[in-house]
């Protein structure tokens, strides 16, 4: 069960941000004997892997703290998260080995499923509430919620391998948060178009 909840909690943090689980998976790997990833995925400890990923995660920090860039930036992503969420899942459950469980062992696609799903479910939601919060901030809120995101991404991907128990109460604050964001933009709206014309 704690396999499940590491590839989990990785899968859902790369839906924010792919390449700060998948830098923090290929770091532990490399430079501590927490994590050994087993042989297919052992390129993940490559030093020009993690040159690659490093590269790329910072150009993410930074187009995605610019309004309008942040949309094109998320079309993109959308192939990558859900593929990142996919190999942080299979590659993790299948090194911690945890459940000791012979059918996941049989059926490893099935990581790799898990991981793509929960991946495209986080990464359609911020992609959906991006164009909101730049619309309803003019653009100045979407730095602050990109740094929110890059921050809760980290948080959740620490989580998932030091302390997987807590990626339960990580997914819940997240759905939480996403609940009242909804709600706020919702009210927001409702509150818009209640105006009488006249007074618009």
């Not at 501590?32 to 490559?46: G, I, R």
């Not at 990923?53 to 860039?69: F, N, R, Y």
């Not at 090194?95 to 099935?110: F, G, I, R, Y």
Request: proline share 4%.
């Amino acid at each position: 069960m704690l396999a499940s909840l590491t590839g989990l909690g990785l899968a859902a943090a790369a839906g924010l941000n792919a390449y700060i689980p998948l830098l923090l998976v290929g770091l532990v790997g490399r430079y501590s004997s927490f994590l050994n990833l087993p042989e297919p995925y052992a390129w993940l400890e490559n030093g020009w892997v993690l040159a690659g990923v490093s590269v790329l995660l910072l150009a993410e920090l930074v187009l995605d703290k610019v309004a309008v860039v942040d949309h094109v930036n998320d079309a993109i992503q959308t192939v990558i998260r859900p593929t990142v969420g996919g190999v942080t899942f299979a590659a993790t459950a299948a090194a911690e080995q945890l459940d000791k469980s012979t059918w996941m062992a049989e059926h490893a696609w099935v990581g790799w499923v898990a991981g793509i799903l929960v991946a495209a479910i986080v990464h359609a939601g911020k992609a959906t509430a991006r164009p909101v919060v730049n619309t309803t901030t003019v653009g100045l809120g979407t730095p602050i919620v990109s740094a929110a995101e890059d921050a809760t991404s980290l948080s959740l991907s620490l989580v998932a391998l030091f302390a997987p128990v807590l990626v339960v109460v990580g997914l819940v604050l997240m759905g939480l948060a996403a609940f009242l964001v909804i709600r706020r933009v919702r009210e927001r709206r409702r509150r818009r178009y209640a105006t009488p014309a006249g007074y618009a």
